[in-house]
């Protein structure tokens, strides 16, 4: 008995070539800088000015929902002026490495060899101090970039006036 492969073939190919639905996701992109992986705190300031912050909950194309002290806050798209997240320590801790590089190969440059040949080569020692520098100020460029609480503007609507921002007085000064 010969079996033919030549239906079995047809009908495959028929099967693929047919047209099926497609379904589009929907577009994120307005959200851009928005992670929901790591489901990080975030500012939603609205329209009116109020400001809420909370952990990103859910983010859809015309809205997002955040968690704010227990209760989720549902914002449209419409109602939202500006969203900020907090500043990562990675600017500062690189601002310290890259200072203590520089003081730690200056200070390493000019610095005696210890023991008996003051003027000599003491790569061990040097590499020491460059190491110990870079430590010490890549420490110190976290720890000042973690005292200074930054934000990011992840999103701004168009249209919002940067002179609207509120003004925090840093001092109060009486005569």
Known sequence: MHCSLRPLAFTLASLC???????????????????????????????????????????????????????????????????????????????????GTAMGLLAGGISDCPGSDPGGSCAGARAATVAVSMGVYTALGAGVDALVRGRTTIYERRGVSSSARAVVPLARLTW
Do not use: C
């Open 17 to 99: 070539l047919l047209a099926a639905p497609a379904h589009a996701q929907p577009s994120l992109d307005r959200w851009a800088g928005l992670d929901m992986k790591e489901l990080q705190t975030i500012y939603v300031r609205d329209t009116a000015g109020t400001e809420t912050a909370g952990r990103l909950l859910r983010l859809n194309p015309d809205s997002l929902v955040v968690l704010a002290g227990g209760v989720e806050r549902h914002f449209e798209l419409g109602d939202v002026a500006r969203i900020q997240k907090r500043d990562s320590l990675r600017n500062g801790t690189l601002i310290g490495l890259a200072v």
